[in-house]
């Protein structure tokens, strides 16, 4: 039987070890708040991709644990101002670049210049100062990037004898020999639902390939009558004259051509970049490709668009700099390239280093990427610009269903808009 004594020895033995030991992570953990739109682990190659990420920033960083909310994208920016103002915003939340000017005004984000570093901002595939900057501070980190690009089925054009179009001539002329009671040849969205993001998202890329410039570099509108007029004559003659879509489209919004190009209910359709590894995914597999947008004019190249996510700091952020921490690393290289098997463009140069990219299954990407620095633009949009896409969405509905003309419709929106010329 032991005695007193050497129970005694064993449990102050004992105290001891657990003493040195060190308290388990989740003890001394900071955790941060996530505000995103993305499920992680959901199944999708974007999905997949996230929680990759975070699993990989919780290893390295055992002392920040991460809290994803889940966000519907159409709630994101109202909840993301309604939260400010009642002092509880997230530590870390995404903004989609054509919204930051709104939130900036709103108070709902802070800058990020003072947890970034020179180094941060070296090495990106666009200059630091295109994206995610307002009055010359960095209130957001560009995650990816992404542009509107024509979107096909292979297994129906070419069965149809139909090729790609270059111009928005040849969309009529090629989308029409695919049309079908099954198929619809060219799909578009003039719904205002979602903000009418599909329809601006078309506006904007019309109006460069047509010459203009819808919203600048400094903030302001461009709203050329001719092309505008031209824009909305284009979707006329496409239901009315090409038979390449439908009155459908009011109703068509982002997720429909998804949905219609994964399934082979649409020939072509012009979509971002980003919901290509998606479509794939869902049904279109190898039968899918992607060419540049439409131009007006023959023989031209097409520029785009460049949007995107960002990743910006809560103005209410509680604890900021595990928020800069967590931000930082989304831009390294093993989070960009998570991001770019996911489907999606990489933001960052050293990335590309990588040798997936050498994999056929990189190559959208690397074209993507390779288009985009010859071709891409990024604009600064007004905090009221969603305002203009509904307005647009609203007219083109009235010159496909009620036959109002372009002119009178575009003109009725120049009136009505208020724009910051």
Not at 169 to 190: L, N, Q, R, W, Y
Not at 244 to 265: F, H
Not at 332 to 341: G, H, P
Not at 348 to 373: G, N, S
Request: aromatic share 8%.
């Amino acid at each position: 039987m032991q005695s007193i004594r050497s129970k005694f020895l064993i449990a102050a033995g004992l105290a001891a070890f657990m003493g040195g030991m060190a308290l388990p992570a989740h003890a001394q953990q900071t955790e941060i708040v996530l505000w995103d739109i993305q499920q992680p682990g959901d199944g999708s190659p974007r999905g997949e991709a996230f929680k990759k990420n975070l699993e990989a920033f919780e290893a390295q960083n055992p002392d920040i644990k991460v809290r994803v909310e889940i966000i519907p994208p159409p709630l994101l920016d109202p909840n993301l101002i309604q939260s400010a103002s009642a002092g509880n915003s997230p530590d870390v939340t995404r903004v989609f670049n054509i919204y930051l000017q709104r939130h900036v005004a709103a108070g709902s984000i802070q800058p990020l210049d003072q947890y970034m570093t020179e180094a941060d901002k070296e090495g990106w595939l666009l200059p630091w100062d295109k994206s995610g900057v307002v009055d010359g501070k960095k209130y957001g980190m560009p995650l990816e990037y992404r542009f509107s690009a024509m979107l096909y089925r292979k297994d129906l054009l070419d069965p149809a004898g139909a090729q790609v179009p270059k111009t928005w001539d040849e969309v009529c002329s090629e989308a029409k020999k695919v049309t079908s009671p099954k198929v619809m040849g060219f799909s578009f969205g003039i719904s205002e639902s979602d903000q009418a993001n599909i329809l601006n998202e078309l506006m904007e890329t019309y109006f460069l390939n047509a010459g203009g410039r819808l919203f600048g570099e400094d903030g302001k509108v461009n709203l050329d009558r001719n092309i505008g007029v031209g824009f909305l004559a284009t979707l006329k003659r496409l239901v009315s004259e090409c038979n390449a879509a439908t009155p459908a489209v009011v109703e068509t919004t982002y997720n429909t051509v998804t949905e219609g190009l994964a399934a082979g209910t649409i020939g072509m359709g012009m979509i971002g970049t980003h919901r290509f590894s998606t479509i794939a995914a869902k049904g279109a597999g190898d039968n899918l490709g992607w060419a540049p947008p439409p131009t007006v004019e023959p023989g031209k190249e097409g520029e785009v668009n460049v949007r995107g996510w960002l990743l910006s700091m809560g103005v209410n952020a509680k604890h900021p700099d595990e928020a800069a921490r967590f931000i930082r690393f989304m831009m390294s290289k093993e989070a960009q390239l998570n991001i770019a098997q996911g489907g999606e463009l990489p933001t960052r140069l050293e990335a590309y280093d990588d040798p997936w990219f050498e994999q056929p299954e990189a190559a959208a990407v690397v074209a993507w990427k390779d288009y985009i620095t010859k071709h891409g633009v990024v604009s600064n949009y007004p905090d009221n610009f969603v305002e203009l896409s509904q307005l647009m969405a609203q007219a083109a509905q009235q010159v496909i269903l009620n036959d109002v003309s372009p002119e009178d419709a575009f003109d009725s929106v120049t009136k009505q808009y208020q724009a910051p010329y």
